[in-house]
């Protein structure tokens, strides 16, 4: 009888634990390059799973995998998890994002334009 009854609190220890979130990618405190980024783990065990208050798909084995946009700068991802017992866990990373440079014309090139469009406009009335 004690034998059944350990068996039984051995196999619901994940319920009693509540949920578990593991994130893969990104890596917290992880700077990038790129504004689009993608977000995947696992979450075995969940009911509900959601990114940044948004809910997310999770497939049976409990992972998932989304995109997320970024704003430049400091960003913070919030996963949160809901088990069927409603036990909640959360997990926070936080990101920067660094946009790449652009070129931004210099002042020679939009001359260089100008001088063309003139000369172009010069010739047309000599004609």
């Known amino acids: 009888m004690g034998t059944i009854i350990t068996y039984g609190l051995y196999q619901s220890r994940g319920i009693l634990s509540g949920p578990l979130i593991t994130i893969t990618t990104p890596q917290n405190g992880?700077?990038?390059?790129?504004?689009?980024i993608q977000v995947s783990g696992s979450a075995p065990r969940v009911k509900d799973l959601t990114l940044n208050g948004r809910s997310i798909f999770i497939n049976m084995e409990g992972n998932f995998d989304e995109r997320?946009?970024?704003?430049?700068?400091?960003?913070?991802i919030e996963l949160t998890a809901r088990d069927v017992g409603g036990k909640e866990a959360r997990r926070?990373?936080?990101?920067?994002?660094?946009?790449?440079?652009?070129?931004?014309?210099?002042?020679?090139?939009?001359?260089?334009?100008?001088?063309?469009?003139?000369?172009?406009?010069?010739?047309e009335f000599t004609q």
Not at 30 to 36: G, W
Not at 68 to 76: F, Q, T
């Open 30 to 36: 992880e700077t990038v390059f790129e504004p689009l």
């Open 68 to 76: 997320l946009l970024l704003l430049p700068g400091y960003n913070i």
């Open 92 to 123: 926070t990373i936080e990101l920067v994002y660094q946009p790449s440079p652009t070129p931004t014309p210099t002042a020679s090139t939009t001359t260089n334009v100008e001088e063309e469009r003139v000369a172009t406009t010069s010739a």
